[in-house]
């Protein structure tokens, strides 16, 4: 790879002292990988803690809320989903064995706003004709400090006020808990 470098995703130094580096060392698509390689994801807290999960339990693991590399300028919620690859046909049935046997991960980075505008504007033209309100939390309740999706525009940015719902609906997905309000 021409002109590979190994870069930090924070500046902040306490987080870069660890034993070994998650370099991200091929990535697609193309504008993707001029941003995205060389970056150490475990240099931020979110990532490692989330790359270490699916490392040691063998299963997909999503990040808890961090601002994406492709989305940095923005500073928007995101998300990063993290499947582990073995150099074996199976799962290793041990911890211990799965860290020795880590080739590395699929990384996949979603954007809270582009991902949820994405799935709802399916059929809609414009966020303001949604029939409804949705509101999406990172965890298993609705808490204005873990928001990472609302669907009204003249709330964006701003955590709803009266946090009560027609209905909710909480999900697990990658051993992440989400809590979608609908008005």
Do not use: C
């Not at 999706?149 to 009266?162: E, G, I, L, T, V």
């Amino acid at each position: 790879i021409s002109d590979f470098r190994i870069k930090n995703i924070t500046a902040n130094t306490s987080t870069t002292n660890f034993d070994n580096r998650f370099i991200i060392t091929y990535a697609s698509p193309h504008d993707l990988k001029n941003q995205a390689q060389g970056f150490d994801i475990g240099n931020e807290p979110n990532r490692r803690a989330a790359a270490e999960l699916a490392r040691d339990t063998g299963e997909s693991i999503i990040s808890k809320p961090t601002i994406l590399i492709k989305d940095a300028s923005k500073k928007s919620a995101g998300f990063i989903f993290f499947v582990p690859i073995y150099n074996t046909n199976l799962t290793p049935p041990t911890v211990e064995a799965r860290r020795e046997s880590l080739i590395g991960w699929i990384y996949a980075p979603f954007i809270s706003n582009t991902l949820f505008q994405n799935i709802l504007n399916n059929d809609i033209a414009n966020e303001e004709d949604y029939p409804f309100h949705l509101d999406v939390f990172h965890g298993s309740e609705a808490n204005s400090s873990n928001i990472i999706f609302q669907s009204s525009h003249d709330q964006k940015n701003n955590p709803p006020s009266n946090m009560s719902y027609d209905k909710t609906t909480k999900v697990k997905i990658g051993q992440s808990d989400f809590f979608f309000g609908w008005t």
